[in-house]
């Protein structure tokens, strides 16, 4: 195969991932084709035709970019660069494309790109690019190329439903684990798993019993606290993250979120609330229940932050003693480019922290992380690329640190797994926390 | 000589404003039956109050965060669009002509007005050609078609400028003129000069999903 | 510039190809065309060489080519109307579009040019600098 020399031609094809590797090596140029034509075909339509059709050249999405900007303006991160390399290349050679060029369109739709929509506010005709890499993303997908670790969540979604390979009965024994925890500090703290009738089903994602309980025993503290009538189930369907959203395996994606508003079907509570992540949300809200052909999600979805609000404005959690550390808040895209929770978090931080300092560029205009769209899920391989593709976000973290800030509150799995690199690798020293944690600190428990 | 301004400025005009009008309301149409067909997701999240938002901020000099970040930009190609569409609408020449045909006519500009903003367009076309050809992000996304458009856009402009103030075979240049005209008209619906027509369309929808569904501004 | 004196001056601009030539002047060489009705001039006025471009229209006998007279509608073959002004019967009131009045001249000069395939058509050769 012609590999070596691709890997001389692009650095960041030095990247070995099998899951790449191995899917372009069964690929020929005519199955390429064949499955190219056919998704097009089948899947897309007007949207494309006309995004690809009334695109004027100008560029002036690029400068939207966290990968353009963190590399020094190379127009081959640019947004419009981006869908040049891929899409326009694949209309333009009507599918017949080769192996490499499946291979570079892979690690561009998965790796240099998060799907985090800030270009479409700055493209004059608000052309969606992170829809344009989602139909490069469904292509490698139904090509079978796809990173590696990302396929390996997306095949734990398929086979258990969530994204970590959580057995039915590990997740169980985390909320008794994490309540019988929390009963130490509260005695007479529940975490009532398979409530039927509860107001709320509270949903988290799988990462949190896999390896960071202590966000359950946080929100089970949080809710007994404010006396909140809720519910977690015992089955599959508690998890509420996907991956596949991002692989571009949408059928998966609808067997998780079918799953997910059916538990809560099933459990009767009036709504859903999720813990603090961003792409969980996305796919609840926005993503998910439009595959399986609902407007809005058949059930109302209540995001962490907009939940913490609620509780806060309503006066159901008290604040003891304000939090004094400085912070800065990381609006994550998801939560508000995608459901314009930006506001209602500043209201939140005001009511917990004594002082709060922006980061610039900030509410739906903040730079994204650079660990959504299921970037961060690609994996060790890509994560130094991960990190050099923000340094952006390093700059933008250092310059509300130059004026005072300590802590950096990041509402969002993502975007937390992300800023933990980035201010690792950069050196930032500047601490990192969920809403929660600081609310669990600083909010006045019963004694 | 008379016989090409006969053809030119007879049945060439029809030929091209067919093309415009019916080749745009082609694209048009055929883009809401295929929306229908295999995205009704635009019919259904499409909103005429948050779509609008969207496109007043963009219509609107300064009006979004990205004009403002670029004001040499934004100046440039709000004139370039606005002169673009104002002066051969409102040019004098152009009205004695459809007044000839139609016996119809409106307002119109002093040929002096018509003139300094010829000029303006032109210096427009300059500009971008030059930003395609220095500023890396452009450059990497331009193909010999752009400047083809550039050039298609700013030909009627350079030639009626030439003929109006007759310089050396402005004749020939009058027929230029409206030949260049003439393909520019036709070419709006044939090439990505159609994003005149879907701006409305590709922003509303945008400002719709943004606005309706994500509750968030998107300027 | 005023919006009428603009209308005015442009429609002076258009007296192209004019062959409706008016007034009593017909005796003496005759080497532009000009209506009191455009006050002001848009574009220069046109030089016309009655004689010379009659001779090479070869219609020095027939002036009615030219200086028509209509009744209901209907040329009136015998009569011709040397001594009026275009605008007397082409009438331009006040506030008027004088494109109306220019649209004639147009149509009689260009348009017959178009029709024989013979003289000026474009604006600037009948206005020129
Ligand atoms: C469709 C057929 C068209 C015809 C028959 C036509 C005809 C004319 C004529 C007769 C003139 C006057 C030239 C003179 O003064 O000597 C003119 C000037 C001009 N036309 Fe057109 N035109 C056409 C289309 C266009 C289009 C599409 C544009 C621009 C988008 C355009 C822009 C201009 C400009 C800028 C001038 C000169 C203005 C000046 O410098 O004063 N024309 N045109
Ligand atoms: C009224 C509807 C229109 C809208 C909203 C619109 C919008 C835009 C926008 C946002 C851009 C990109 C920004 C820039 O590079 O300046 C653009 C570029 C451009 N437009 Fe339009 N446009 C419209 C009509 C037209 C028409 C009628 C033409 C010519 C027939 C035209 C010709 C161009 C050209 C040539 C460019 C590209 C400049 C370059 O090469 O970078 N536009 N337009
Ligand atoms: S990462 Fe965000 S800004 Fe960059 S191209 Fe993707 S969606 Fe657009
Ligand atoms: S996507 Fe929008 S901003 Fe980017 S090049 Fe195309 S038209 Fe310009
Ligand atoms: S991880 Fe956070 S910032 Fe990044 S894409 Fe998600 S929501 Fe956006």
Redesign the interface.
């Known amino acids: 195969m012609a590999e070596p020399a691709i890997k001389r031609s692009d650095e960041s094809n030095k990247i070995v991932d099998e899951g790449i590797d191995k899917g372009i090596a069964r690929l020929t140029p005519k199955k390429i084709e064949q499955v190219i034509n056919k998704v097009l075909a089948a899947e897309t339509g007007a949207r494309l035709k006309t995004y690809v059709g009334t695109c004027v050249h100008c560029g002036l999405c690029s400068e939207a970019c966290h990968y353009y900007l963190s590399h020094d303006n190379d127009p081959k991160f640019s947004p419009a660069g981006k869908v040049k390399q891929t899409i326009w290349e694949i209309l333009k050679k009507k599918g017949k494309v080769d192996q490499k060029f499946i291979r570079d369109a892979s690690r561009i739709a998965y790796t240099e790109c998060n799907l985090c929509r800030r270009c479409a506010m700055y493209c004059p005709f608000g052309i969606d690019i992170a829809y344009l890499i989602s139909i490069v993303r469904r292509l490698c997908h139904m090509l079978g190329v796809t990173p590696l670790y990302q396929q390996d969540t997306a095949h734990s979604h398929s086979a258990t439903l969530n994204q970590m390979w959580v057995k039915e009965d590990e997740w169980t024994d985390s909320l008794f684990w994490q309540e019988e925890e929390a009963q130490d500090e509260i005695p007479d703290l529940r975490i009532p798993v398979e409530k039927e009738g509860a107001e709320i089903f509270y949903s988290v994602i799988a990462p949190e019993p896999k390896f960071r309980a202590q966000l359950i025993y946080q929100a089970a503290v949080i809710m007994n606290v404010a006396g909140v009538d809720f519910t977690m189930p015992a089955t599959p369907g508690w998890d509420n993250s996907d991956l596949c959203m991002f692989t571009g395996d949408y059928e998966v994606m609808g067997r998780l979120k079918k799953a997910h508003f059916e538990t809560a079907m099933r459990l009767k509570v009036k709504r859903i609330v999720m813990g603090e992540c961003g792409h969980a949300f996305r796919s609840v809200y926005d993503v998910g229940n439009r595959w399986l052909a609902w407007k809005m999600p058949p059930i109302p979805v209540t995001h962490a932050v907009e939940f913490y609000y609620e509780l806060l404005k309503e006066g159901r959690i008290k604040i003891a003693e304000k939090y004094d550390k400085p912070v800065t808040f990381q609006d994550p895209c998801n939560i508000v480019r995608g459901r314009g929770l930006h506001d209602k978090a500043r209201y939140v931080v005001d009511a917990l922290c004594e002082e709060f300092i922006e980061m610039h560029p900030n509410r739906e205009h903040n730079y994204c992380c650079c660990a959504g769209g299921g970037v961060i899920n690609a994996g060790p391989p890509y994560k130094m690329k991960r990190i050099e593709g923000n340094k952006i976000k390093a700059e933008q973290l250092f310059a509300a640190k130059t004026r005072g800030a300590k802590v950096v509150i990041a509402p969002c799995h993502n975007c937390h797994g992300g800023l933990e690199d980035i201010i690792h690798h950069f050196g930032l020293d500047m601490e990192l926390h969920f809403l929660g944690d600081i609310i669990y600190k600083i909010m006045e428990k019963p004694v | 000589m008379h016989d090409i301004y006969n053809f030119v400025s007879g049945p060439l005009v029809w030929v091209s404003f067919i093309i415009f009008f019916g080749g745009s309301l082609y694209r048009l149409i055929s883009m809401a039956v295929l929306a229908k067909k295999k995205d009704v997701i635009v019919y259904e999240y499409m909103s005429l109050k948050y779509g609008l938002r969207s496109i007043l901020h963009w219509i609107t000099p300064f009006g979004t965060v990205k004009w403002r970040k670029n004001p040499i930009l934004t100046i440039v190609t709000f004139t370039f669009h606005i002169c673009l569409i104002f002066i051969p609408i409102f040019l004098s020449a152009h009205i004695i002509l459809w007044k000839e045909s139609w016996d119809i006519s409106w307002w119109y500009i002093s040929d002096t007005t018509a003139d300094v903003l010829a000029v303006v367009v032109i210096a427009s076309c300059v500009f971008f050609l030059i930003r395609r050809i220095v500023l890396p992000e452009v450059k990497y996304l331009t193909s010999v078609s752009d400047y083809i458009i550039l050039a298609i856009v700013a030909a009627p402009f350079i030639t009626g400028f030439w003929t109006y103030h007759q310089w050396p075979g402005f004749k020939i240049m009058g027929i230029i003129h409206i030949l260049s005209g003439e393909i520019m008209l036709a070419a709006i619906p044939c090439t990505r000069l159609i994003h005149m027509v879907f701006f409305p369309f590709t922003r509303g929808y945008m400002g719709s999903e943004f606005g309706a569904v994500r509750h968030a501004k998107d300027w | 510039?005023g919006?009428r004196t603009?209308i005015i001056?442009?429609v002076i601009?258009?007296l192209v190809c004019i062959f409706a030539v008016m007034s009593g002047y017909s005796q003496e060489d005759v080497t532009t065309v000009e209506d009191s009705a455009f006050e002001e001039k848009?574009?220069p006025t046109v030089q016309f060489l009655h004689d010379e471009h009659n001779e090479a229209a070869e219609i020095e006998e027939e002036c009615n080519v030219c200086h028509h007279v209509y009744e209901e509608g209907k040329k009136v073959e015998d009569e011709s109307s040397e001594e009026t002004e275009c605008s007397e019967c082409h009438t331009l009131n006040k506030g008027d579009?004088p494109?109306?009045l220019?649209?004639v001249y147009?149509?009689q000069c260009?348009?017959c040019?178009?029709k024989k395939?013979?003289g000026p058509?474009?604006?600037?050769?009948c206005h020129?600098?």
């Open positions: 510039m919006k603009l001056y442009m601009t258009l848009m574009r579009n494109l109306s220019v649209k147009h149509l260009k348009g040019h178009q395939k013979a058509i474009m604006c600037s050769e020129p600098r």
